[in-house]
């Protein structure tokens, strides 16, 4: 079936590196992916999305990497920070209005 | 307020009673949307309204679960019956027109965590 998937269910990463958190999606129709980010105890808040006629956006410190050729999603942090330490999730525009998230990926970062 | 706001933001109640909660979402917002997020999940899709009707409802999880919009605006999602397997944090979601279209990506609530026992 479809489904959008995480690669990696935790990352750690040490403060001041970059993190890359990945994401691979399966229906090749959807034209729409944002990523989220939710901390302990709060509902998820958006950070960037992208749309298929794309394959590059940046944000502040935050850059959404898109390849349709092999259904990948990637979210990288700039400088990452103590405040960074989230869940992440990549979900994927279907329907038209259902978003339909992956599993998450736990962020970490290390002082 | 100016986000979308959930109520009550915790919920314990006896297996087999009803529970209702609430989504406020932000003024002006067409679409609204309900999500449910065990622990440690992703979150799954349970009902999507455009205005006061919800032309998907293909997620509700049994016959026990319904959900209504009145005025375009408040949402009450309502379990009946509540099993165990009901406890997790039920989200609800608010956009501008339905998501995908330019600028009108989702805000979501901080969720009403619900513990059935």
């Known amino acids: 079936g479809e489904s959008v998937g995480l690669h990696l269910p935790t990352l750690s990463v040490q403060e001041g590196d970059n993190s890359i958190i990945n994401c691979a999606y399966s229906n090749s129709a959807s034209d729409y992916f944002i990523w989220y980010k939710q901390e302990s105890g709060k509902g998820p808040q958006f950070i960037i999305d992208i749309r298929s006629n794309m394959d590059k956006r940046q944000g502040q410190r935050v850059t959404v990497l898109l390849n349709k050729t092999v259904k990948h999603l990637s979210l990288q942090i700039a400088a990452t920070q103590p405040g960074d330490s989230a869940v992440y999730f990549c979900?994927?525009?279907?329907?038209?209005?259902?978003?339909?998230f992956g599993a998450g990926t736990t962020v970490t970062v290390r002082a | 307020g100016a986000g979308v706001s959930q109520s009550p933001s915790n919920k314990v109640t006896e297996k087999g009673k009803d529970v209702e909660l609430r989504c406020d979402p932000i003024s002006g917002h067409t679409a609204l949307y309900w999500y449910r997020q065990s622990l440690g999940q992703g979150l799954e899709f349970l009902i999507y309204f455009q205005g006061n009707s919800a032309p998907d409802k293909s997620g509700l999880p049994s016959d026990r679960f319904s959900a209504e919009r009145t005025g375009g605006s408040v949402s009450t999602l309502t379990i009946q019956r509540t099993q165990q397997e009901d406890s997790a944090v039920y989200l609800c979601?608010?956009?501008?027109?339905?998501?995908?279209?330019?600028?009108?990506?989702?805000?979501f609530g901080q969720g009403t965590r619900l513990t059935v026992v």
């Open positions: 979601a608010s956009s501008l027109g339905s998501a995908g279209a330019v600028g009108t990506e989702a805000f």
């Open positions: 979900a994927e525009n279907k329907d038209d209005y259902k978003l339909s």
